[in-house]
């Protein structure tokens, strides 16, 4: 069977950063499992995936615009350190916030006087990705997946 729009693909995979750094890895874990055509994984892979089948292998590049997108200095923006009240506030510091786009994971990135600057880009905007991936099963999707629009069982969503 081949990976197409409705079927569910589990596969294994190594992600790399253009330096050659291991950013994400299934190794030692369940293989992902993902629905086709469904925007589960990001859309240069997912392309990529089409046609594939059981135990093909492929190294896959997406750039970051096709990935977590281009890094967006307007994402970068100081607030007044007041509106953390007496929250306690370091660099490095993740939150969720509503942004501008949506809800986002900002992280803190300088504390500069009374302002705090927030960085609300995915922490891999802007990285070119390298994806090894090889297949490992191709099975059709089940009416309850489509229609949510994600895979159930091993490797998806358990409820
Ligand atoms: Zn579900």
């Known amino acids: 069977m ?3 729009d409705k079927t569910v693909a589990l596969i294994h995979y190594t992600l790399k950063n253009a330096g050659g750094e ?12 993902y629905l086709h055509g469904a925007g589960n994984i990001i859309a240069g892979l997912e392309s990529a995936l089409e046609g594939k089948t059981a135990g093909d292998k492929l190294d896959v590049s997406v750039e970051a615009a096709q990935a977590y997108g281009e890094y967006d200095e307007s994402l970068v923006q100081p607030i007044p350190r007041a ?3 007496e929250h306690h506030v370091e660099v490095g510091m993740q939150f969720h916030a509503d942004t501008a786009i949506g ?4 992280t803190i990135t300088a504390i500069e006087g009374d302002e705090v600057v927030i960085d609300a880009n ?5 990285e070119d ?14 009416e309850e997946e489509l229609d949510h629009g994600h895979v159930h069982g091993p490797g998806g969503h358990e409820h």
């Open 122 to 126: 995915h922490h891999l905007a802007g």
């Open 129 to 142: 990705l390298n994806f090894a991936v090889e297949v490992v099963e191709v099975r059709d999707a089940t």
């Open 103 to 106: 809800p986002r994971i900002v």
């Open 83 to 85: 509106q953390f009240g």
């Open 22 to 33: 291991v950013l994400d890895s299934s190794e030692g874990h369940d293989p992902l499992a």
């Open 2 to 4: 081949n990976i197409t």
